[in-house]
């Protein structure tokens, strides 16, 4: 039985992979909001946390933070460097924190998502609280270290600053909004997806007895 359950975890969790290759390459992980564009990219991530467990999700989270670095490498913009340390504009160039950037926080989206998770759902047997909290803390966790690491390892560094077109001392304004104008909003879609599908997700799990758990 054990076997059985541990291949369906893993078929999900190849699912979930593929979910995250095509939501990239396809130019579908974004949803449209009035001022800008919320990533729903981290959501598998989050949801396999859950499901499946924070090695799992860590997992989940290091595809997707591979996939951060290949996308800014192969369709880069103005600041990539600081995704990829393949890709040079100018003078500027990545280097390993931008691996760092790109990696550690979607790394954490699944560390953070599944202690959430299992943390809320002991006061909440409903799970909802617990699927809601899971999704806004995942989708912070990845805006708010993303930025942070952009401002510890970029931002004090003369070709970043010059690529804001505002000098050193606006990054960190520019940082700051990032986090309110997508990170809230992003958090909020992942409230609300993560929170439909895991009750949903949850049934035929309980149903079909997929997960080891």
């Known amino acids: 039985m054990n076997i059985k359950r541990n291949t369906r975890s893993l078929t999900f969790l190849g699912v979930l992979i593929a979910i995250e290759l095509v939501l990239t390459f396809a ?6 909001l009035p001022f800008m564009k919320a990533t729903i990219l981290h959501i598998p991530v989050i949801i396999g946390a859950i499901f ?6 860590s997992i989940l989270g290091l595809v997707f933070g591979i996939l951060s670095v290949v996308m800014n490498t192969i369709e880069p913009g103005v600041t990539s460097f ?3 340390p393949f890709y040079t504009l ?3 160039k990545g280097n ?3 691996l760092v950037v790109a990696l550690v926080p979607r790394v954490l989206v699944g560390i953070t998502s599944y202690y ?3 943390f809320m759902s002991k006061f909440d047997k409903t799970k909802w609280s617990a699927y809601i909290g899971a999704g806004i803390v995942g989708s912070l966790t990845n805006t708010v270290f993303v930025m942070s690491f952009i401002y510890l390892f970029f931002g ?5 600053a010059s690529n804001t077109a505002q000098g050193i001392g606006f990054v960190f304004k520019v940082i700051m909004g990032v986090v309110l104008t ?6 909020i879609v992942a409230a609300v997806l993560v929170s439909a599908i895991g009750k949903v997700l949850s049934k035929v799990f309980k149903t079909q007895r997929i997960l080891a758990r």
């Open 27 to 32: 130019h579908i992980g974004f949803i449209p």
């Open 52 to 57: 499946l467990g924070p090695i799992e999700g």
């Open 82 to 84: 600081v995704f990829s």
């Open 90 to 92: 100018g003078t500027t």
């Open 96 to 98: 390993v924190w931008s």
């Open 116 to 118: 959430t998770y299992q």
């Open 156 to 160: 004090q560094a003369e070709p970043y």
């Open 182 to 187: 997508n990170g809230v909003p992003e958090a």
